[in-house]
């Protein structure tokens, strides 16, 4: 479980810089900043809920899926895996 805390916390700590690189978005449009300005910072929002998206992969894959196929549920460990990867692809 102790992983599984560690996990959540940096999940949770990325999201918060994520909601406070959101807001600094919103307060450049309003202000008018200069567009490619505000283009880097959308691309560094982008690239960080990807890193999001990447340690909840990681849990889930290395837990989560790793218990259904040791219980035996190989189907729906490879419909998951193969659902995660056509998400990503998106």
Same mark, same amino acid.
Request: with cysteine.
């Given at each position: 479980? @102790? ?8 999940? /949770?700590?990325? &999201?918060?810089?994520?909601? #406070?690189?959101?807001? #600094? ?14 283009? /880097?910072? /959308?691309?560094?929002?982008?690239? #960080? ?5 990447? &340690?909840? +992969?990681?849990?889930? +894959? ?7 196929? @040791?219980? #035996?549920? /190989? @189907? ?5 895996? +193969?659902?995660?990867?056509? +998400? @990503?692809?998106?």
């Amino acid at each position: 479980m @102790k992983h599984s805390e560690n996990n959540n916390q940096k999940i /949770t700590r990325r &999201l918060k810089i994520l909601e #406070g690189q959101i807001r #600094g978005l919103q307060e450049m449009v309003e202000k008018g900043v200069y567009c490619i300005d505000v283009i /880097t910072q /959308t691309s560094a929002v982008k690239q #960080g809920l990807s890193n999001v998206e990447d &340690l909840l +992969l990681e849990r889930h +894959l290395s837990g989560c899926i790793l218990d259904q196929i @040791k219980s #035996g549920q /190989t @189907k729906k460990a490879k419909e998951e895996i +193969l659902k995660v990867y056509k +998400l @990503k692809r998106k």
